[in-house]
């Protein structure tokens, strides 16, 4: 299956190669957890996976500028309804990513067997910090490989 895991990375090919690698060792990651029964099993658990991956990713920089609207708005007097309004956008902003969040794991989960739902969540719950130790031990290796090098 590393041709499955190349197609995360398929996405990512105009990101930075640190980005690339994370999104890389992420798909590698999800099978390794949740070990899909066949290949079209793993191709749609990726895709949905991805999904999910990429929903998060423009909520995140949404919220953030929706957030850093309403820092500004709290520091200036006035402007109800522009503050309302906004308030408004925000929270429904949040409300609609929960949604097709929730919907989008239904949808993941469906495709897995219990035992499977159970190892994706688990993977789900701890995978970002996994990635994180495993970047930076990459890091670290490359720094030393480099030290190497200039001696």
Do not use: C
Request: hydrophobic share 35%.
């Amino acid at each position: 299956m590393p041709h499955l895991i190349a197609q995360v990375g398929q996405r990512s090919a105009d990101q930075e190669p640190e980005r690339q690698l994370k999104s890389i060792l992420k798909g590698w990651k999800l099978i390794e957890a949740v070990i899909p029964s066949d290949e079209d099993q793993a191709i749609a658990l990726m895709s949905k996976f991805n999904q999910i991956e990429h929903l998060r990713s423009e909520f995140r920089a949404s919220d953030r500028s929706n957030f850093d609207l309403i820092q500004q708005l709290a520091t200036e007097e006035g402007k109800a309804d522009e503050k309302k309004d906004v308030l408004n956008k925000y929270l429904g902003s949040r409300e609609k990513y929960v949604q097709t969040r929730d919907l989008l794991y239904r949808e993941l989960l469906d495709l897995l067997n219990l035992d499977q739902q159970i190892r994706f969540m688990v993977f789900d719950r701890t995978f970002r910090k996994e990635l994180r130790n495993t970047v930076n031990t990459l890091s670290k290796l490359k720094e030393m490989e480099s030290s190497k090098k200039e001696k």
